[in-house]
């Protein structure tokens, strides 16, 4: 019997996100990431399954982001004008970890990358941001392709990697704030949605609360 209330909505998670002086290349490949940049797997604690593996790792230049899903039985179904649709990554960042904090602040994004869908013939990986729902105030906009974003598709689901650059991030200083809010949810059509803590039911993308804490380290090569 499923329960009413997950375990991991009963916890504040914290991790360190590993720094990388040689960032990882944006090319669809996650064969240069490595087991310290692997998120937790937080689902356990709910004997959720997990269909995907996500990586993230930061230096001064931002943060970049990975992740492989296995295990897709149908095609994609990825929209650019609706990226929220279909399959798709989706990512949220507190740039002052403001864990009290019920609203987004101005310090709060949200950003959606599909592996593919974009361009003029839709075949391409893709990457926008997004306002943070019922939000106090709103990050500036991001102007359109601003991020670098790659992907490779094959029989069974799909890589992607992208990179969020440090002037895209509103207030990233990793000197005077280290610590930020990071929170990432896959949707995909036939598996379901992997979260990284709780899901859309208990309002995840617009409550910063909700979202775990990452600290920036800087004991990585």
């Known amino acids: 019997m499923k329960a009413l209330i997950p375990n991991r909505y009963l916890f504040d998670f914290e991790f360190p996100l590993s720094y990388r002086r040689s960032p990882p290349k944006i090319d669809g490949d996650v064969g240069d990431w490595g087991d310290a940049e ?5 689902g356990e604690l709910d004997h959720t399954p997990e269909f995907a593996d996500v990586w993230a790792c ?3 230049s931002g943060l970049y982001l990975a992740c492989r899903v296995q ?8 929209d650019m004008k609706g990226p929220w649709t279909g399959d798709h990554l989706r990512l949220c960042t507190d740039m002052r970890d403001a864990r009290s904090a019920k609203r987004a602040t ?6 959606y990358f599909l592996p593919t869908g ?9 990457a926008c941001d997004a306002q943070v729902p019922r ?6 906009q991001i ?5 670098p974003v790659a992907a490779t598709l094959v029989e069974d689901g799909y890589v992607l990697e992208a990179h969020l650059p440090s002037d895209v991030l509103a207030g990233f200083d990793p000197v005077e704030h280290p610590r930020i809010g990071l929170y990432y949810s896959l949707t995909d059509a036939d598996l379901g ?16 609360s909700s979202w775990p804490t990452a600290v920036l380290t800087q004991n990585s090569p």
């Open 58 to 60: 930061w230096n001064e």
């Open 193 to 208: 949605q992997q979260a990284f803590t709780v899901g859309d039911d208990l309002y995840a993308s617009s409550d910063p």
């Open 118 to 126: 974009g361009g003029r013939s839709g075949d391409k990986p893709h």
């Open 38 to 42: 692997r998120l937790p797997r937080w």
């Open 106 to 111: 101005r310090y709060c994004q949200m950003f």
């Open 71 to 78: 295990g897709k039985r149908g095609a994609l179904h990825c």
């Open 143 to 147: 102007a359109p392709g601003r991020i």
């Open 135 to 140: 939000a106090q105030v709103n990050a500036p």
